[in-house]
C-alpha cells in the first residue's frame, strides 16, 4: 500500500514536472540503474558474495537435515515389516520430530536470508544515495530516477549516469579501507 502511494505521488510530480515544457528544457534529469550499481561495484560485489556464500552455507546445511530425513523413510520401510506396532510408533514419533524441526530450520533460515538481503540492499542503498545526491549537486541534475525501477519505461542513453555512479562509489569505498 505505502509503495502504491509513493509511486502515484511520483506518477503525479513527474506529470506535473514534464508537463511544462519551458521548465523542463532547462532541467537536468538524469538516470541510475540500481541494480547494476548493487552488483558491479566492487562494495556491491563483495557484499554479494559474502551473502551468497552465506546462503550456500545454509543450504547445505538444510540439505544434509532433508537428506537425513529421506535415510529415515528409506529405513524406515526396510525395517517396518519386521518392526513391532510400539517401535514403528516410536520410529514415526522419531520422524514426525526430525520433520518439525526441519521445517522450523527452512523457515528460519529462509527469514535470515530475507532479513540479510534486505540489510545488505539498504546498505548498498544508503551509500549511493549520498553519492548519488552529491553528483546531482556537483552536475545540476534536477532529477535522478532509479532505471532499474518499475516507472521507468524509457530513457536516452545518454541520460544514464550509471557508470559515473559505480566509479564514485568505488573511489569511496577504497578510501574507507
Do not use: H
Not at 561495484?41 to 530425513?69: H, N, P, V
Not at 529405513?75 to 519386521?82: A, H
Amino acid at each position: 500500500m505505502k509503495k502504491t502511494t509513493l509511486a502515484i505521488v511520483l506518477a503525479v510530480f513527474l506529470a506535473a514536472l514534464l508537463s511544462t515544457a519551458g521548465y523542463c528544457e532547462s532541467q537536468k534529469i538524469a538516470v541510475v540503474d540500481f541494480e547494476k550499481c548493487l552488483t558491479k561495484s566492487k562494495k556491491g560485489a563483495r557484499l554479494g558474495g559474502e551473502f551468497r556464500a552465506k546462503r550456500d552455507a545454509i543450504a547445505k546445511k538444510i540439505t544434509l537435515k532433508e537428506d537425513e530425513l529421506k535415510k529415515m523413510i528409506a529405513d524406515y520401510e526396510k525395517q517396518s515389516p519386521l518392526m513391532s506396532a510400539e517401535a514403528k510408533s516410536a520410529k514415526k514419533s522419531e520422524f514426525e520430530k526430525k520433520k518439525a524441526e526441519y521445517q522450523s530450520e527452512v523457515e528460519s533460515a529462509d527469514k535470515l536470508m530475507r532479513q540479510s538481503g534486505e540489510e545488505l540492499t539498504s546498505l548498498v542503498f544508503k551509500d549511493l544515495e549520498g553519492i548519488i545526491k552529491d553528483l546531482a549537486k556537483k552536475e545540476g541534475y534536477s532529477l535522478i530516477l532509479n532505471s532499474s525501477g518499475v516507472w521507468v519505461l524509457y530513457y536516452q542513453d545518454a541520460l544514464d549516469v550509471t557508470a559515473e555512479v559505480i566509479r564514485l562509489y568505488d573511489e569511496k569505498a577504497a578510501a574507507e579501507k
